[in-house]
């Protein structure tokens, strides 16, 4: 499939349909950017025609993050036909089956956690690296169950597969800056949603405007760190300084 290029930049997100995904996508189209959403299941007509609103191109590639070979092969001649300005690594999945420990789980859940919090991850930012442009950043969406210091026994997979991505992140880092792009890792807090659940603090639409301030100065940005809620503020007054 080709895709004409345009001056727009293009963003590509996973898990696009709901949730920070979601936002995140919403945003970006309102902004001016192109799209390549990767998600499970399409977007809904309604979706879709949200997105498209100001003339931009909505690319959608229907795929199983848990089928890695799929993945790389519907990706690949997509991101034959245009550069990209950013890609987020979003989707996620957690189960409240592990709160007591890996015994919770089926065989199927624990390989579905580490294909797609893991696995799609690593794949994308294989497939990606050599296609971001210039300025262009990779975006990881960690935990703070991704370091050692929030460990207490609860959830072991979801944060083995969660440091996994933190270390993908740092050690992404060098290649990346050498193709003159970057890496960093989001840590975007406890959000109300469908994962998070509603007695969660942290409003996803807010989480993805915070991103959006970050990435508007990638300049800015260190390679291979790790930002969070606290971050936000004084990126967006930068971003209105500049």
């Known amino acids: 499939m080709m895709v004409q290029t345009t001056a727009r930049p293009l963003t590509l997100i996973t898990g696009a349909n709901r949730g920070l995904g979601h936002h995140l996508a919403r945003l970006l189209a309102a902004a001016g950017s192109d799209l390549l959403l990767v998600c499970r299941r399409p977007l809904s007509p309604d979706q879709r025609a949200a997105l498209q609103g ?7 590639l229907a795929c199983d993050l848990r089928d890695p070979q799929a993945l790389a092969a519907g990706l690949r001649p997509l991101l034959e036909a245009r550069p990209l300005h950013c890609a987020i690594n979003n989707a996620g999945v957690f189960s409240q089956q592990e709160e007591l420990g890996l015994s919770g789980l089926a065989i199927g859940d ?133």
């Open 54 to 60: 100001g003339g931009q191109a909505v690319i959608e």
């Open 110 to 242: 624990i390989v579905d956690m580490t294909s797609v919090n893991a696995t799609a991850p690593a794949v994308i930012s294989a497939l990606v690296q050599d296609k971001l442009q210039p300025g262009g950043v990779l975006v990881n969406v960690l935990s703070d169950m991704a370091f050692p210091q929030t460990w207490n026994g609860s959830y072991p997979l979801y944060c083995a597969t969660k440091a996994f991505l933190w270390a993908l992140t740092v050690n992404s880092a060098t290649a990346l800056e050498a193709r003159g792009a970057k890496v960093i890792g989001l840590d975007p807090g406890w959000m109300k949603t469908d994962m998070g659940g509603d007695e969660a603090p942290d409003d996803p639409v807010e989480v993805a405007r915070g991103l959006l301030s970050l990435l508007a100065a990638p300049q800015r940005l260190d390679n291979g760190r790790v930002y969070g809620l606290s971050d936000f503020a004084e990126a967006s007054a930068m971003a209105a300084e500049a």
